[in-house]
């Protein structure tokens, strides 16, 4: 049986009239799905009876629920999430004063293989459907009033899975998640993240993305980021940078870039300026961010000295470097660490 929210507004509008419906019934149930995010037909309580039962006939609705949930002393909660076919993924909720950021998973597992990454060494099962991205919003926003009295104001496309190989859905969810008469967040609060994938970076640049964008760089010496990022190799960090650049011309949007500080691989000065280098074309944000080491893990988190000498030295050629501690470490919630209990 189709899900329900595999269908167009217009594929809704011709069911309907199919079994002698009024058209405008399409806009109510519309709004049940799109606007209030219910997980039933029983939830839609100003339909008659007959037609709930009718669409319950027609149409499946594959409701993802939350299997498990687990809380962190910072109060980060993590939660396993259970699709309609019984797979799990992650999400992450993050409060941080007013602000409830929740970090939201693309696919099932990840192709990419970043060396350093637990997703990573789960491999790659399926692409999430939009409709299983705005569920995990939807569940989380539930979670979020509740644990915190607070809607969940940001989003980050940080859990598992690469964004820019499931573009088609991703952007769906987001304009979900995004559309004033939907669920209305904007645009600004939204950041996607990416190993750097550069035909989704032109595609979002020609569609003029109105959300965020981050990129995992973790290195800008090509040898290194090869092997921390497999992807690196038909995605090469030259070519990166002018698909980054096309990006910031179209835009007129900052860049992100992520940088793990990992202990002797990518945390020496001339990491540092071969970075600062690297980001000349274009205004940047440095977020550099804490390792959580991984427990089979090859890589370990940079010693204190270093990790500040780093720092200093980006500082010192005037680039906007933020500083992100790890989170919710005790529950496992932690980047890349999503698969691990
Ligand atoms: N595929 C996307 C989004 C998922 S990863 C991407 O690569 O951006 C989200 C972020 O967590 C990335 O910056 C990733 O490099 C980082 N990350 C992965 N494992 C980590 C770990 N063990 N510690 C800290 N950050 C990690």
Not at 143 to 169: D, H, Q, S
């Amino acid at each position: 049986m189709t899900d329900i929210r595999t269908l167009t507004y217009e594929e809704l509008e011709q069911f309907l009239f199919s079994i002698q419906e009024k058209k405008f019934r399409a806009k109510q149930i519309w709004t049940w799905l799109w606007q209030r995010g219910v997980g039933s037909f029983e939830e839609m309580t100003d339909l008659s009876l007959a037609l709930r039962s009718k669409l319950a006939e027609h149409f499946a609705f594959a409701r993802t629920v939350i299997e498990q949930e687990v809380q962190s002393r910072d109060k980060t909660a993590k939660f396993a999430l259970k699709l309609h076919d019984g797979l799990l993924i992650e999400g992450v909720l993050i409060p941080a004063g007013d602000r409830v950021t929740a970090c939201v998973s693309s696919q099932v597992g990840c192709p990419l293989h970043c060396a350093f990454c637990a997703t990573g060494t789960m491999g790659f099962t399926r692409n999430l459907h939009y409709a299983e991205i705005v569920d995990e919003y939807v569940l989380m926003n539930v979670r979020a009033k509740e644990l915190y009295g607070n809607n969940i104001t940001n989003i980050v496309f940080m859990g598992m899975g690469e964004p820019l190989l499931n573009f088609a859905n991703v952007m769906t969810a987001i304009d979900k998640l995004t559309d004033p008469k939907g669920f209305g967040l904007s645009p600004t609060r939204i950041t996607l993240s990416t190993a750097g994938v550069i035909k989704g970076i032109k595609a979002l640049a020609d569609r003029n993305f109105p959300c965020g964008l981050a990129i995992s760089l973790h290195s800008a010496d090509p040898a290194v980021r090869e092997i921390l990022m497999p992807v690196t190799e038909h995605n090469t960090l030259h070519d990166l940078q002018a698909a980054l650049l096309y990006y910031h011309q179209k835009t007129g949007q900052r860049i992100t870039f992520e940088y793990v500080l990992l202990s002797k691989v990518n945390d020496s000065l001339q990491a540092a300026e071969k970075l600062a280098r690297y980001c000349r074309p274009f205004p940047v944000k440095i977020n550099i961010i804490e390792y959580n080491e991984t427990e089979d893990g090859i890589y370990h988190r940079s010693y204190p000295n270093q990790r500040e000498e780093f720092i200093q030295y980006l500082k010192d050629h005037n680039m906007v470097v933020n500083v992100r501690q790890s989170k919710g470490q005790d529950i496992a919630a932690a980047c890349g660490q999503l698969v691990k209990r």
